[in-house]
């Protein structure tokens, strides 16, 4: 299963907020299974939240957008999911009856727009906040706010699904440009591959579909590397 994963806001284009919600979902996408495939994060404008779901929902075979949800003046990613869709915004009953009976709302409580979401998509309860999320065809629309966007991914997560891929890393002291050459005898040697990441020292990605064959791997390459002592 490949995915795109979309987040939407001004304020982490402008550095204000870490996105940490893209580090979030990668990393529950991937233990699933899933390969993550392109990770973007557009404005708070319809258009450019429009032509980006439109394009990746053409191409891979789930997208998670996070952010902009809620009827305040900056809050458009609903309207922009509709309009990928073409579709309208529409009062949903589902999201209606849901906060009155769990969150203690009538409709008159709450502010105008609050439970718009694509004509014909699926609601989905927020059970940390107000601000419904929706799935409309493969496009699954979650909150910005983090314990919002987990509590709700948790209720779709079973939807996500591909094959495990087993990863082991291995740490050195050695210079990045030195191991290339045991990088490529390691993946001649095992079904593996191989991902390195400099920084005050080299880690190692080994990561493939059989447990044991990357464990062998590790140990090979363990055997053949300085190690980094922290």
């Known amino acids: ?4 994963v979309v987040t939407v806001g001004d304020e982490l284009l402008a550095g204000d907020t870490v996105n940490t919600n893209a580090a979030w979902l990668c990393t529950e996408l991937t233990e699933r299974g899933v390969s993550v495939e392109r990770v973007t994060t557009v404005p708070d404008r319809v258009a450019d939240i429009a032509r980006v779901v439109n394009e990746y ?3 891979y075979d789930a997208v ?15 309207e922009a999911v509709a309009a990928a869709f073409g579709r309208s915004l529409e ?4 999201a209606e009856e849901w906060l009155e009976t769990n969150g203690g709302y009538s409709a008159a409580d709450l502010v105008e727009g609050t439970t718009d979401l694509p004509a014909g998509s699926r609601m989905l309860p927020n059970d940390e906040g107000v601000a419904p999320g929706a799935v409309v065809g ?3 629309v979650l909150p910005g706010v983090p314990g919002e966007m987990k509590a709700m991914f948790a209720r779709v997560a079973d939807e996500f699904a ?4 087993h990863v082991r890393f291995v740490h050195t002291s050695e210079p990045e440009s030195s191991l290339i050459e045991r990088f490529e005898a390691v993946q001649s040697e095992f079904d593996v591959t191989v991902g390195s990441y400099p920084g005050d020292h080299v880690r190692i990605k080994l990561a493939g579909a059989d447990e044991e064959t990357v464990e062998s791997a590790a140990a090979w390459l363990e ?3 300085e190690s980094y002592e922290e």
């Open 1 to 4: 299963m490949q995915v795109a």
């Open 57 to 59: 929902h053409a191409e």
């Open 64 to 78: 998670v957008v996070t952010g902009g949800l809620g009827p305040t003046h900056d809050d458009v990613t609903m």
């Open 91 to 94: 009062r949903n009953p589902d």
């Open 138 to 140: 493969s496009v699954y």
């Open 162 to 165: 591909g094959e495990r891929t």
């Open 223 to 225: 055997a053949r590397v």
